[in-house]
């Protein structure tokens, strides 16, 4: 069965350093991923996606992630923090035979003055 | 264009009563989906509609729940009676498209907060 487990609960960075919040997957066919991004009291929004083709995709405010299918993982990174980006970070896969996505518990970014 | 909008945002009502839950899809969305985060769990799905059909309700937790999009427009989740355990962020999500391929892009609500006392 699929799964996608995000190991660290939450993560502390300094505004301005570089943050890279871990995702690893489990599935038997091929998949789609994602990063969903909660800001505090707002909805779920979609940050970025990997359907297909470069295995480096770029998403909004800044974010990249990179696909590593023999690793199975979807690392999301920006190289500079800003205090806007404390939020809650989903990683997310859907089989491209189905219709539902897996979430992984989320991770809590805090971003330190 | 509106995204997806979610009614309630919060609700609070006690062990035994019945809560109805609303979703409004963007516009021209045949695919919806609910979603539910528990309190320190992982967003599970609970079911999926193509226009007013279920297509996949492997996720309902038990009976208690139902879910209806009756006219293929909105959807809404009943909760009857309600117990100490469905307390929880409620998330619904429309897409373009269902199935394999890239138009299978789901965009949630802003969820809603219910909570049994």
């Known amino acids: 069965a699929q799964s996608v487990t995000q190991l660290d609960s939450q993560v502390p960075v300094f505004e301005e350093a570089p943050v890279e919040l871990r995702c690893n997957y489990s599935s038997s066919v091929s998949v789609y991923l994602f990063w969903y991004v909660q800001y505090p009291n707002q909805g779920l929004q979609l940050l970025l996606k990997?359907?297909?083709?470069?295995?480096l995709v770029k998403g909004i405010n800044g974010f990249e992630a990179e696909f590593n299918k023999s690793q199975t993982s979807f690392h999301l990174r920006k190289p500079s923090v800003h205090i806007s980006d404390t939020a809650e970070y989903f990683c997310a896969v859907r089989e491209n035979r189905d219709d539902k996505i897996i979430f992984g518990k989320g991770t809590r970014l805090h971003i330190l003055p | 264009e509106a995204g997806v909008t979610q009614f309630p945002s919060h609700s609070v009502i006690e062990k035994g009563q019945t809560v109805t839950l609303r979703c409004d899809p963007i516009?021209?969305?045949?695919?919806l989906y609910w979603y539910r985060r528990v309190m320190g769990k992982e967003i599970k799905f609970l079911l999926h509609?193509?226009?007013?059909?279920?297509?996949?309700e492997s996720g309902m937790p038990n009976n208690r729940f139902l879910a209806e999009r009756t006219g293929g427009t909105y959807s809404t989740l009943k909760v009857q009676p309600a117990e100490l355990e469905d307390s929880g962020v409620y998330f619904c999500?429309?897409?373009?498209?269902?199935?394999?391929?890239?138009?299978?892009?789901?965009?949630f609500g802003a969820g809603t907060r219910l909570s049994v006392l």
């Open positions: 516009s021209g969305h045949d695919n």
């Open positions: 509609f193509v226009k007013e059909s279920k297509q996949d």
């Open positions: 990997y359907l297909s083709g470069s295995t």
């Open positions: 999500a429309s897409s373009q498209d269902s199935g394999a391929g890239t138009k299978n892009i789901q965009y």
